[in-house]
């Protein structure tokens, strides 16, 4: 009777280790559980920024879209100014050319 106490007893220690150890174990499978959200949300904020990032960098196209529109633009008004300037060098080389006739 004595040793089967004994080993009962002993079967107890052994329970109450196991019991521990399960414990510890419960404890590092918060501290993952915690570390995995907190990697979720930062992976979350990732995405997040990305998303920013690409909203950005699509309004910088657009501006660059605008600027080369404006640039266009601004080359056909030069165009157009360098239309309007003509006749009044042609008329210029015209009165040019009488003086010199006149003069010879």
Known sequence: MAIYRILKAINGIFNAIYGLVK????????IYGIIK???NIN???NGLEN???GIIKVTNDINNGMNGLE???YGVVNV???????????VNVI????????NT
Not at 80 to 88: D, E, K, M, R
């Open 37 to 39: 959200v907190t990697n």
């Open 71 to 73: 640039n266009a633009i």
């Open 80 to 90: 157009i100014y360098s239309f309007n300037n003509s006749p009044n060098g042609i």
């Open 23 to 30: 414990a510890i174990h419960a404890i590092f499978e918060a």
């Open 95 to 102: 009165c040019g050319l009488n003086i010199f006739s006149k």
């Open 51 to 53: 998303a920013i990032y």
């Open 43 to 45: 992976n979350g904020m």
